[in-house]
């Protein structure tokens, strides 16, 4: 009899007990014997019961390994098919068939199964084929679920021969159907479902193909669909995960050609997707480029006060943008120049050093001249120490030593006996000679004053200059410096040979070599050990 004859017979014969079989085991209705069988994997599931299954039939597809004679072995399961006929040739490295058996044990107390019925069954390709055709249009889930079934036969099969090699191709196609489809069905794309479908594709094996352009395409979204409503920090935000997310967006890049940034704005995505795979890097960074920008002038001032900020941070995250840094810091420098009067006297001074460090020097004095000019009138209004502060603003903003002469005199008459008034006129050459203040110039020879009496005995008192006490004590022994935030204190020391001294305390200001004597101090009388 015809094998393939036979395989009907063997069939019709044993078609009621299968029915009954798979009806008990599997739960399902006695028809689904004359369906496919089940496949090799599946069976395999059931492997720890296969010894107390000994005498059911089953029914398997799966790849032929070996037929000769009549004995059949498919790839994976481990166990033979013997049939009481010769088998029919089969051959091809893709055959499939589905055989129906009945599992017993060999006399030797190995498992086989008694081969009942065979046919040649379509191969994977042409499975993954004929059911491609009858998938639907606008349901990405059957397209996964093809693609899984083949990628899952070459997982399991795990040979690497050229059938698996085109059915992983295939299942890749499959997955490329599937993700397009599952955008097309997106009405309203939003950041998540974009970014899980980009990582979805990730895991089909699709890698960067389908990854990046979904990743572009959300972050484009995000930042397109909520810039105008958003802050700058959560503009910043979405810049962040663009440089996280999209490879090289984090590295600075040179100059974009004009006409790639004009085609770019004309449509972003379409423009992105259109590119060649060599100029994504530049595009993930224009982007990070454009919503970083967009955070930060959010916060830019319109009158350009904060400028100096600003372009610290764009220098920080976008540094290729050296000319809007300075545009930013010009703004800054005019609305400080505008506004000089509301600046602290620190910001004001920097200011003028800033403008004479760029050559200005004319506007840098107009705008020192500017701010002082209030202050001046505040300072006047406060009496003597007024007076004061205003001599010292006169030596340090303007090097005006005369000027600063005629406040502290005029200090003095407002309210005279400050000790500090006189320290300091004494630094600036005068002397007071019966009551009133004069050049040391202009003092006549036969007019002494207290200090000149005192450098003629030696002696050391208040008001005298450092040259006033080298005269009347010479050298000092050693000095020592303090400095403070306005002067610097200096401690000069003298030692007699009888171990016993004098220390003089000397105060000028920052911009002065000339120190006054503020106090006099005698020192114990050193002892030394016997």
């Known amino acids: 009899m015809n094998s393939w004859l036979r395989e009907l017979s063997l069939w019709r014969r044993f078609a009621p007990t299968c029915a009954i079989l798979v009806a008990i085991l599997f739960g399902v209705l006695p028809q689904s014997c004359s369906a496919t069988g089940q496949s090799v994997e599946e069976f395999l599931k059931t492997k720890p019961r296969w010894p107390k299954l000994v005498g059911t039939t089953f029914r398997?597809?799966?790849?032929?390994?070996?037929?000769?004679?009549?004995?059949?072995?498919?790839?994976?399961?481990?166990?033979?098919?013997?049939?009481?006929?010769?088998?029919?040739?089969?051959?091809?490295?893709?055959?499939?068939?589905?055989?129906?058996?009945?599992?017993?044990?060999?006399?030797?107390?190995?498992?086989?199964?008694?081969?009942?019925?065979?046919?040649?069954?379509?191969?994977?390709?042409?499975?993954?084929?004929?059911?491609?055709?009858?998938?639907?249009?606008?349901?990405?889930?059957?397209?996964?679920?093809?693609?899984?079934?083949a990628m899952g036969r070459v997982r399991f099969y795990q040979n690497d021969r050229a059938?698996?090699?085109?059915?992983?191709?295939?299942?890749?196609?499959?997955?490329?159907?599937?993700?397009?489809?599952?955008?097309?069905?997106?009405?309203?794309?939003?950041?998540?479902?974009?970014?899980?479908?980009?990582?979805?594709?990730?895991?089909?094996?699709?890698?960067?193909?389908?990854?990046?352009?979904?990743?572009?395409?959300?972050?484009?979204?995000?930042?397109?669909?909520?810039?105008?409503?958003?802050?700058?920090?959560?503009?910043?935000?979405?810049?962040?995960?663009?440089a996280q997310e999209l490879p090289d967006a984090d590295k600075p890049a040179d100059e974009f050609d004009a006409d790639i940034v004009s085609k770019w704005r004309e449509g972003p995505v379409r423009f992105y997707q259109e590119a060649a795979e060599s100029l994504r890097p530049q595009l993930h960074r224009l982007l990070y480029q454009q919503v970083m920008l967009e955070s930060i002038e959010k916060e830019a001032e319109a009158d350009g006060r904060n400028g100096d900020e600003i372009a610290v941070r764009i220098t920080e995250q976008i540094p290729e943008f050296s000319k809007l840094v300075e545009s930013y810091r010009q703004k800054a420098l005019e609305w400080r120049i505008s506004h000089v009067r509301e600046l602290s006297r620190e910001d004001a001074v920097s200011l003028r050093r800033q403008l004479i460090d760029t050559g200005d020097e004319?506007?840098?004095?107009?705008?020192?001249?500017?701010?002082?000019?209030?202050?001046?009138?505040?300072?006047?209004?406060?009496?003597?120490?007024?007076?004061?502060?205003?001599?010292?603003?006169?030596?340090?903003?303007?090097?005006?030593?005369?000027?600063?002469?005629?406040?502290?005199?005029?200090?003095?008459?407002v309210k005279p006996g400050s000790g500090y008034v006189a320290e300091r006129l004494e630094a600036y050459g005068y002397t007071r000679v019966e009551g009133r203040w004069r050049r040391k110039s202009d003092v006549t020879a036969g007019e002494k004053s207290p200090i000149e009496i005192a450098i003629r005995n030696g002696r050391v008192i208040r008001g005298m200059t450092s040259a006033h006490v080298r005269k009347a004590l010479g050298k000092p022994d050693s000095i020592s410096r303090v400095l403070t935030s306005r002067e610097v204190l200096e401690y000069w020391v003298y030692r007699t040979p009888s171990g016993s001294g004098l220390s003089v305390r000397l105060s000028r200001p920052l911009n002065r070599h000339e120190g006054i004597v503020r106090r006099v101090f005698d020192l114990p009388t050193l002892t030394t050990a016997p």
């Open 60 to 149: 398997i597809e799966g790849r032929v390994a070996t037929g000769a004679g009549t004995v059949l072995k498919l790839h994976k399961l481990p166990l033979l098919f013997v049939s009481e006929e010769e088998l029919p040739e089969l051959s091809g490295s893709d055959l499939v068939v589905e055989v129906v058996g009945r599992l017993r044990k060999h006399e030797t107390g190995i498992l086989e199964f008694e081969l009942l019925s065979l046919r040649k069954t379509e191969s994977d390709i042409q499975r993954v084929n004929r059911l491609r055709v009858e998938l639907p249009r606008d349901d990405p889930e059957p397209w996964y679920e093809l693609g899984d079934w």
């Open 163 to 242: 059938v698996d090699r085109e059915l992983a191709k295939e299942a890749t196609s499959i997955y490329r159907m599937a993700v397009r489809k599952e955008r097309t069905a997106m009405t309203t794309p939003s950041y998540k479902s974009l970014r899980d479908l980009a990582f979805k594709s990730e895991e089909y094996g699709l890698g960067d193909e389908f990854k990046l352009p979904l990743l572009y395409e959300a972050h484009y979204q995000t930042w397109h669909d909520t810039s105008a409503r958003v802050s700058s920090g959560e503009l910043e935000t979405i810049a962040l995960r663009i």
């Open 362 to 413: 004319a506007t840098a004095e107009k705008v020192i001249r500017e701010w002082f000019t209030p202050v001046e009138t505040k300072l006047r209004s406060q009496g003597a120490i007024g007076l004061i502060e205003l001599a010292f603003e006169y030596e340090d903003l303007f090097d005006d030593g005369e000027s600063a002469v005629q406040l502290l005199l005029e200090s003095d008459r």
